[in-house]
Each structure stands twice: as structure tokens, then as C-alpha cells.
């Protein structure tokens, strides 16, 4: 053995001790609750990969952005390391990769959409800095597989959003700290060559805008220029940096006066973009269309997505990848995610005194998770008229109601008692809804059965819900649950009736 | 990008899908917990380190079994990686040396003993086979800075072995199927010395016990010849192996007859190694003293112990380090623990039928968790005569009570009826007791509120525990808990008794 020596951790990587343990503990705590109730699976990948993995996606050059590793028993590794400087693995620096590659190896068997989430370490090779490590926690949340129409792949964008805000609500973070900016990249490319700039510039045109916050405004503007991008198109990109609160709307009524066809693009941009999400009733409170985020990965090729706090802060990131899963091996196959670091979460729930400490730390880490089971699998009756009700109810069990006295005491979002049911609370649970085409009732509760969901709810109307226990396989009627009036023979959609179907689900569980 | 391709994971590694993941996260969610409510608290440190560490601990061979890792970013750590293929990072293959580490930088701080956990994922360049891969995930158990009294040691010791036999029992996985067995290699190396071995020749004794197994006997009997074991000493030894079911008093017994100075000492190791285990009522069934555990990593200094499942597999083993902190550049300090890897576990889990499946599964792992808040903090009153019954507290709060209706069903180990209280289960907490050397009860109070505990249970007899709420400072009597009768003023350490503390402190808590 060696000398008495002093070793520091590598730089840029942390040496959690109890109390910092259990702060990464928290925020991991409400990304997989978050992501569970939002009906999402939990997988896992290698630590390391292939280096042909990243290659594959993003070009030889990344290689030179990862931590490489080779086995130091292999001489064959070994030797080709010493002539080449480059390693056969690579410590994963995001999880996307991974998905595509086990998406593709079992395409066939999952189901659609296949709904995934994870949450483990990443490694970067860069320069650590506040906010930046060497090695973080990540958070995946990923629908693969939607169903390929328009309307199909909104719902899987705004499903994906949901969870992101649903994650921030849960940790307390209001809407007034982080904004989601949302923006259709193939649309703005679409309106970018309608306005004149050559397609073939459209990855240095994105690059451009990537960087933008980080250059001079004149810098920026005579490389716009240098690419085609119109002085009249530039201002509208400059307006949207420069007052923070704008929002597409008015960048819209700006553009009028410009060229009609942009403001129809436009005007489409805003709907494609805002519709699914108001039906989650998220829309106008978190999120800001915007013209400007496009991402810098390579592979997105539709919605992309960024969690801003108090404007500058990135927070979370994603958007839609219909081509990597082909890529990697797979059919072709729709796709959209997006992931959430720990560090810059962690500094800004301590910055706006969110993150618990002491014993309130310790109890909130400790409080029962979500359930793994579904707890309501919601259905539509007979006809399509249901379904805006299915997803309102599905999207309001998830986020829980909270009890009327929380209203007045603003109790912080580890206090367990803001969903109190003696006050009114409902606590938030699991909901999935089917993703089948077919109205047939009795495959659409066979389908929750082979999920484990404990209920189903079956809705025809705003006050006509059918509730039925799965496992006792018998229908569940007001007068069945302890504290409900049995006046009235069904249940309801609205959080606000005494026969709220979650309030129902809730006092059977308890 | 590139061509369509299908890249697989690196050999010897997992793709966790939805149902392999919640198989993992029942095993660690187990770890966790079996830990939490032992009175471990949870770190985590780098997922690489530097070579050094690796290197300070074991000599520079260890870099060849190991995954190595530089930045592809750094121009300097490839030119090294190419003059001698060797990088400057390393994959961690155990957690004993970042433990070691982070203690050694807070030393000062810490409170002694320190009893930390951590469950996280590790690396090892071995070729992949049954039972093992090159990443894996490992549970570490540690207590460091025991009183440093022989008795503080053996209670150090005793804490850790209870703590693998407490998640083992948390599994439903039986002494009947898995024996730990114990031994005190620094003895042992007494006991050898004394029947002729020369003492510089031990690291090859034990690398000869350790490899024992995998030799034909008479080459072993050769080779322990050769190394000066006499041929009495050698047959216990093979006496030991040939009978899985034969203990160290049958070993001493037979050894009466070749030496009493011998027979002295191995009756020593028999006292040292049950004694403290007896306290906790679980030397008997669980416990194997054994004479041929070594263990094969250089830094441990006493105990020793390996669980094994059906006499060949090994599910954990530790043991005890009181030199490695010092090595690491801390002060001297003892300290005793030990590791569990997932995939050998996982696979016995699987064999015994102890695996839940389907809805069981998704059930268990959305089990509310051990409490990280100490649910009970057991102090004795003013004499040593309580100590004994403070520790026999502890350990069956920790432990749980089944109810009677489980003993006739035999419910599995994830069916939470287990400890249903309607049929007079007590559910496992989170218990722990002062380390502190004083009688004055108000310092023990304020330690077990630092640490945040729920109640403290002042031990004074058998029949006369005084329980105290620390959250709303007030002492209970059995009067004040819903259920119990108020005939009596005092509660019981008795898990039998109607007013056994544990019973009293679920019903407050539920």
C-alpha cells in the first residue's frame, strides 16, 4: 500500500454527503412521480456506450465532446487507443441514443404510443461551471410510436409538455418563474423560405438562432442578413429576444402589415402549436409560442420546446424526432421527449425557496410515491363527443386538486396537507387514458386490465361517469364510497362536484 | 447523418425495459429501505474517479482490471492516453475508496459513528458471465469511527451483518436458503502463526483460501503444505468446506485433540465473532462461524463475512477496514461494511419464486418507503442494565412483527398484510439509539432531536418504556393512543405485549 495521500473528486463531478443526497433525492422523487402518474414507464440503459452509438446520430465529431473509455484488460482495446487517441466506448452524455437503440430492437412487440421515462447520470466533457457539471442527473421522458396523424402527434407533444409542467407544479415552481417557449421548426423553416432563405442554409440559419443570446445584436443581424433572412423577418425575432413578454400573438399582428402568406404560416405556427395545449388547460399560463427556440441538436424535425426560468435559465428541453428511431435500425417512427437536469433545477428551487430542508426534507422524500398501477384508466363512451371530457379528466386526476385551505395558507408543495381530502383535497394519482381506436367497451377495459389499472372510469357526459373496481370486478356506484352523498347515481368530471370521480377513487384507496 | 444501423449495447451490459426496471427498483427500493430503517443515511459520490484513488488503495495493478476514461476534449490527456495507454479517470468497480475518500475530507464533522448507504451502478472489464457483468449495481453499507473499544467494534460488526440479514428477511428469502458466514481473519492469522505459519507468508495463505473452490484438493493440500500449514490445521479446513451444514463449535471440538493453545484461540473467534450477534437474535440461524472466509481485497483487518446462498453463491460480503481512512488521508479510523450486487440476488430472487410478477410487482415498488426520519429513537435510562434491552428494542422495530394471520397464510414478502396492525402486525420502522457516551437524558434527547426523530422511547425495564413525542414535545401514555388500553402506565418492549412501544407509535403515526 501506498502513502498518506489527500485525493479530490474529479472536477466537475460531486461528492453528495447526506443532506445533498436528499435534495437530489427530492427533485428525483418528483420525476418519477411526475412521470408515473403521467402514465410513463421506467427503463433504463448502459452508463457507457458504443462510441458508434453517438457517431451514428451526430457525425465523427462528437467524439470529441464525450468522455471516451476503453477496458484496461483488453490489449487489443489498449492498442488502438495508443494509435488512435480514441477509445470503443463512450460515457453517455444524453439518453436519446439509448432510447432509439432499444425503441428499434423491440419495435414490433411494444405497444403504441410506447410511453418512457428514466432518470440517471450523463457525462460531459466540458468546462464545469454554475449550473454546468462534468456529471449530472438527467431526466427522460419520451412517447414513441404515436399514431401518425396531425392530431395524433399534437397530443403526443402536448402530452410531453404536460408532464414538464406537471414535474414543475409539483416542486412549486409557479408559472410566473418558468415559461415554456414552444416553436415548430419544420414550419419556421417552411416560413424562412417563404421569406427567401435557400433550404440548403436552414441548419447555419438554426445554429444562428441558437446562439443569438450569446452574440451583439448587430453581429447577429449582419450574419441574418448574410443567410437571406429579410430585415423584416430579423425584427420579429429581435422583438421576441427584447421584451421578454411578448408573445407570438402580438409578434403575429406585427407581421400582418409585412406579407400576407408569412402571416397566414404564422397564424398556422400558432395554431398547430397552441391548440392540443389548451385542451390540458396549459396553454396560457406557461406557455409562450416562440419564434426564435429551435434547439441545437440535429435530429428534432418538428416541435421543439424549451422550460425558461426568469428568462435566461434553461430548465428543460425536447421536442420531436420522427427520423432517429429509423436511423438507428427501427421502422419509421414518430417520436418526442425531452429531458430536465438536476443541476440548474436544483439551483433555481434554492434560489426561489422551494427546496425543503431539515426534517420537512427528510418527510418529503419519505411521503408514499405514485403509484406504479394506474389508478383510473378513463375511457370514452359511444361517441367522439367524449373526448375532450376524457382528456380534461385524465389531465385534473394527475394534477390533483388542491384543498381549500391550502388556497388560503399557500402551503408549500412538500406539505402533504394541501391535498388533504377532510379539506377537500385530491391528492394527485395516475390516470392513462386508451390510445385505441376502437369504441368497443369491452376491449377498452380488457385493455386497462392487462395495464393493472385499479379503476375505470367510463365517461358519456360531464355529470355521466361510470366507475368500475378492475380488480373486484364489480361497478362502483356513489353510494359504494364511504363520505359520498348516494343522491345521485354516477360520477363526475368536475374537480369542484362532490361526486368528482377522483374524490370517489381516492376515499376507495385510502 | 449516417446509414440506417442497428448497434447493440456493449457486451455485459443491460437494456432495462419497463418490466426489468421494476424488477431492479424492487431490489433497490429494498436496499434503501433495509438501510433507511437501520439508521444508515444515503450518500452518493462520482460515478468515474481518478486512477489514483484506485491506485493508493491497491497498488498500480488494479488499472488493468478496470474501464478507464479521459476527456476527448483534452488535447493533453490524449496525448497521455497514446503515450502510455493508461487515462487519467477510472469507472468506479466498488464504492470502498470514494468512501473513504468523502470521510476522510469531513472527518472533523462528522458524528461518530457515521453509518452511511449508497446504491448506485459500477463497472468492471471482467468477461461477462451468469451472476456477472461489467456494469452492475451495488449496495454499500458502512459504519465508520465506532468507539474504537472492542465491544463498540463488535457492536460496529454486529450492526452491519443485522443489516444484510434485515434486507434478506424484507425479501422473504430464509436462513434456510442463505448463511452468512463469519470470520475474523486478524485471529485467524494468530491462530496461524501459532501453529507455525510464518507471518509474512499470510497474504498468500489467504489468496490460497480464497481461491480454495476453484481447486482440486490435493493441489490445494499441496500448496497449504507448502506455505507451512500443518496437516491438522489444513484438514479443518477441508472439513469445513466438505460439510456445508457443519459450524466452528464442531471445528473446535475435533480441534480439542491436536493443540490447546489452538483450541484456546479458535474458541476466542467463536466468542468474538457470535457474542455480539446473539444480542441481536439473529446469530443463530443466520450466522456460520467459519475459519476459511478471507475475503479477497487486501484493506480488510477483522471481521470478515460473505452471505451464501445454497453453499456456492455469493450474495454480499464486507468486513472490517481500520486502516483505509487513514491510507485516504484522514485519521485513524475504524470502520466496518459491506457491498450486495443486484444481479446474483436478482437471479436467487428469481429461482426461489420470490420475485413479485404483474400488478404484485408494480404494487411493491409503490410501497410507501422507510421513513428517513428516524421513527424511534430508543435511549436507555440511567443504568447499563438497559442497555441490552435498548439494543433488543431496536432491532425489533426494525424487524417488524408479523401479524398472527401471516403466520398461518404465509403471505409473501411484498404482500404489505404482512404486518397488517388490524391482526396485530407491527410494520417495520425506522429505529435507532444514542451512540453517546453520557447517562444525561436531556443531551440524549436533544441528539435524537438533532437528528429529527419522531419519538423517543426512554427504556427503563421491560415493562417500562416512557415514550415521548418530539414533534409536539409531550409525553404519551397508553391512554393517548387510539386502541390501547389504558390499564396500564407504561409501555412494553415486549413485541408480544398490547402495549409494546412499537404497536403505540404505529397507531400515533398512522
Chains 1, 2 share one sequence.
Not at 488512435?84 to 463512450?90: D, H, V, Y
Not at 435557400?198 to 438562432?209: C, D, F, K, Q
Request: proline share 6%; aromatic share 8%.
Amino acid at each position: 500500500m501506498a502513502r498518506q495521500t489527500r485525493i479530490q473528486a474529479p472536477k466537475g463531478t460531486r461528492d453528495l454527503y447526506p443532506e445533498e443526497t436528499a435534495r437530489v433525492r427530492y427533485i428525483q422523487k418528483a420525476w418519477t412521480d411526475t412521470a408515473v402518474r403521467h402514465g410513463f414507464e421506467e427503463i433504463e440503459g448502459p452508463t457507457f456506450e458504443t462510441s458508434e452509438l453517438y457517431a451514428v446520430k451526430s457525425g465523427e465529431g462528437i467524439l470529441g465532446e464525450l468522455f471516451q473509455a476503453f477496458s484496461g484488460k483488453d490489449p487489443s482495446d489498449i492498442e488502438k487507443v495508443k494509435a488512435t487517441g480514441r477509445a470503443p466506448f463512450a460515457l453517455r452524455p444524453e439518453f436519446t441514443p439509448t432510447l432509439a437503440r432499444m425503441y428499434a430492437a423491440r419495435a414490433q412487440q411494444l405497444q403504441k404510443p410506447t410511453k418512457w421515462f428514466t432518470a440517471g447520470p450523463y457525462f460531459r466533457a466540458e468546462r464545469p461551471q454554475r449550473g454546468r457539471l462534468r456529471e449530472f442527473l438527467q431526466w427522460n421522458v419520451d412517447v414513441i410510436g404515436d399514431d401518425e396523424t396531425p392530431s395524433g402527434r399534437a397530443q403526443a407533444d402536448a402530452d410531453c409538455i404536460a408532464t414538464c409542467i406537471g414535474l414543475l407544479e409539483s416542486l412549486g415552481v409557479e408559472s410566473s418563474v418558468v415559461k415554456i417557449n414552444v416553436n415548430d421548426r419544420m414550419k419556421l423553416d417552411d416560413l424562412l423560405v417563404s421569406e427567401g432563405v435557400a433550404r440548403e442554409r436552414m441548419s447555419e440559419v438554426h445554429a444562428l438562432l441558437d446562439r443569438a443570446e450569446k452574440m451583439p445584436r448587430e453581429e447577429w443581424q449582419r450574419q441574418a442578413t448574410a443567410l437571406g433572412i429579410s430585415p423584416s423577418m430579423g425584427t420579429l425575432f429581435v422583438r421576441e429576444w427584447s421584451e421578454t413578454e411578448a408573445n407570438l400573438d402580438e409578434v403575429i399582428e406585427q407581421f400582418k402589415r409585412y406579407a400576407t402568406t408569412s402571416f397566414q404560416k404564422l397564424k398556422a405556427i400558432r395554431e398547430s402549436i397552441v391548440a392540443p395545449l389548451d385542451e390540458f388547460g396549459i396553454s396560457e399560463k406557461w406557455c409562450r409560442p416562440s419564434l426564435s427556440i429551435v434547439r441545437g441538436l440535429a435530429y428534432y424535425t418538428g416541435t421543439v420546446f424549451e422550460a425558461i426560468a426568469d428568462g435566461e435559465r434553461a430548465v428543460a428541453g425536447g421536442g420531436r424526432y420522427d427520423n432517429l428511431i429509423e436511423l438507428m435500425g427501427g421502422p419509421p417512427t414518430p417520436a418526442v421527449g425531452f429531458a430536465m437536469g438536476d443541476v440548474v433545477l436544483g439551483l433555481l428551487l434554492e434560489d426561489k425557496g422551494l427546496m425543503p430542508e431539515g426534517a420537512a426534507l427528510l418527510d418529503a422524500i419519505s411521503a408514499p410515491p405514485a403509484s406504479r398501477r394506474p389508478e383510473v384508466f378513463v375511457l370514452g363512451a359511444d361517441d367522439d363527443a367524449s373526448d375532450p371530457l376524457v382528456r380534461r379528466l385524465v389531465a385534473d386526476l394527475r394534477r390533483g386538486a388542491e384543498s381549500e385551505r391550502y388556497k388560503h395558507d399557500s402551503l408549500k408543495a412538500w406539505d402533504p396537507r394541501r391535498y388533504e381530502p377532510a379539506t377537500g383535497g385530491v391528492r394527485p394519482m395516475h390516470a392513462r387514458q386508451s390510445y385505441k381506436s376502437t369504441r368497443n367497451l369491452k376491449k377498452l377495459l380488457s385493455d386497462a386490465e392487462r395495464q393493472f389499472s385499479r379503476f375505470a372510469a367510463i365517461v358519456h357526459g360531464e355529470d355521466r361517469v361510470q366507475l368500475r373496481d378492475l380488480d373486484k370486478r364489480e361497478e362502483i356506484t356513489p353510494k359504494d364510497v364511504p363520505g359520498l352523498p348516494d343522491s345521485v347515481a354516477e360520477f363526475s368530471v368536475s374537480p369542484d362536484s362532490e361526486v368528482y370521480v377522483g374524490r370517489a377513487v381516492q376515499a376507495l384507496l385510502a
